[in-house]
C-alpha cells in the first residue's frame, strides 16, 4: 500500500509499504478518505518541534472506511464511515473507563498514529490504517456530515472543545479568552466552539493578520500584536501560543476562580508560571493530551445543530495525491481528500 511517510522536517514522501493486516478479533482496518494537518504535524514538518527521527508514517486525523472487522466487533461494518481519534485506547481499563483514554493502560503511555511513540500505529495518510481496539474507538458519522467538515474530529477539534465546553456549561455565558499562534487551528477552533457555546465575548490574540481575520469573521474580538502582560479577567482562557508571553497573559487574564487550559505543548524540561499569582487568585490550570475519544459525540451533536463550524477553519482541500507538496507550504488546515 501506499503511505505518506515523514523523513524529517521539510522532507515527506510518498512510500510503497507492507498493507497492515487484523491482528485480533477486536480490531478493524479503514481506509483514510479524509486527512488533515494536527497543529502538531506542521510543526514537525516546518521543523519548529523537536521530531522523533523519522522515516515513519504521518497523520493522526482523518475520516475513514472501514474496510474489514474482526468476529468480535459489533459497532461497526465494512463500508461505515468513521472518525478515529488519534490515540489509541481500549474503552475498558480503568482510565479508559474514567474517559481518560488519551492514557489508556492497554498501550504504552502516548500511543497514537502518525507519531512514533514507543511504537508505531500506522498514519492517516495512508491506504488502510488497523484500528487495534475497534468498538471503542470508532464512531460512525451521521449521513449529514462532511468528511472535510469533521477531519480533525480525531483530535485537534475535541483539544479545542475540552478547552472551553466543560467550562461554559458550569459559566454559562462567561467570557473566554485565547491566546493563539501555536497551536493555531485549536485556538481557531476554540473560538468557534466558545461562541457557539454561549461565550458571551471571545477575545482572540495573535500576531499574524490572517489568522486574526478569521477569528474576526469567526465572531472573536481580536487583538493582533504580542501578548499583552494581561488581556483582561476572562472566566475561561486558553493558552494555545507556545509561547511563555502568551501562557503568562492567558494565565494572568483568568479571573479568581477561572479555569486556564494550556494546548500549548512547551518542549522543554521545565516552563516558568507566575504560581503565586495563580494561587493568590485561585487559578486552575490545565494541560494534558487531549482524550478525544469520550467527547466526539458531543462534538458531533453540535455539528449536526449548527451550533459549531468547524469546516470554516479548513484553510485549503486538496487532492490526496497532492498532499506532499501542500503539506510542504504548511497550510493553517489543510484538508487532503481522497476522490
Ligand atoms: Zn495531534
Ligand atoms: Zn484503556
Known amino acids: 500500500m501506499r503511505q505518506l511517510t515523514f523523513l524529517g522536517p521539510g522532507r515527506l514522501e ?13 480490531q478493524a482496518l479503514v481506509r483514510p478518505v479524509v486527512a488533515t494537518t494536527c497543529d502538531l504535524d506542521r510543526w ?71 507519531v512514533p511513540v514507543r ?5 492517516a495518510m495512508s491506504d488502510l490504517v488497523r484500528v487495534p481496539f475497534a468498538d471503542a474507538m470508532l464512531v460512525p458519522l451521521p449521513d449529514q456530515v462532511a468528511s472535510t467538515t469533521v477531519a480533525s474530529l480525531s483530535d485537534n477539534l475535541p483539544d479545542a472543545w ?12 462567561a467570557e473566554v479568552l485565547v491566546a493563539g499562534g501555536g497551536a493555531v487551528s485549536i485556538a481557531l477552533f476554540a473560538v468557534d466552539i466558545a461562541l457557539g457555546l454561549g ?51 492567558a494565565l494572568r487574564s483568568t479571573e479568581p476562580g477561572g479555569v486556564c487550559t494550556s ?16 494561587f493568590t487568585n485561585g487559578i486552575t490550570f490545565i494541560t494534558a493530551r487531549a482524550s478525544s475519544r469520550p467527547i466526539i459525540p458531543d462534538i458531533l451533536a453540535a455539528v449536526v445543530d449548527g451550533r459549531i463550524h468547524p469546516e470554516r477553519i479548513t484553510s485549503r482541500v486538496v487532492p490526496w495525491d497532492d498532499a506532499v507538496h501542500a503539506l510542504l507550504e504548511v497550510p493553517t488546515k489543510l484538508v487532503m481528500e481522497r476522490s
Do not use: K, N
Not at 218 to 226: D, F, N, Q, S
Not at 263 to 278: D, K, N, Q, R
Open 162 to 173: 475540552r478547552a472551553v465546553a466543560p467550562h461554559l456549561a458550569t459559566r454559562p455565558g
Open 199 to 249: 461565550a458571551s465575548r471571545v477575545v482572540y490574540l495573535d500576531e499574524d493578520p490572517e489568522r486574526c481575520d478569521l477569528a474576526e469573521r469567526l465572531g472573536a474580538e481580536v487583538r493582533e500584536g504580542a501578548p499583552p502582560a494581561r488581556a483582561g479577567r476572562f472566566g475561561i482562557t486558553l493558552d494555545a501560543s507556545s509561547t511563555h508571553p502568551g501562557l503568562h497573559c
Open 263 to 278: 494546548s500549548g505543548i512547551y518542549f522543554e524540561a521545565t516552563t516558568p508560571m507566575p504560581l503565586l499569582e495563580m
Open 14 to 26: 510518498w512510500q510503497e509499504v507492507p498493507a497492515p493486516a487484523l491482528e485480533g478479533r477486536g
Open 119 to 123: 511504537g508505531q500505529w500506522g498514519g
Open 44 to 114: 514537525m514538518i516546518s521543523g519548529g518541534a523537536p521530531t522523533p527521527p523519522g522515516p515513519f508514517p504521518l497523520g493522526h486525523e482523518f475520516v475513514a472506511e472501514v474496510v474489514e472487522v474482526g468476529d468480535d466487533v459489533r459497532s461497526v461494518a465494512p463500508g461505515a464511515r468513521v472518525t478515529v481519534p488519534f490515540s489509541i485506547s481500549c474503552g475498558e481499563c480503568d482510565r479508559c473507563r474514567r474517559g481518560i483514554t488519551a492514557s489508556c493502560t492497554a498501550v504504552p503511555v502516548g500511543a497514537m498514529y502518525g
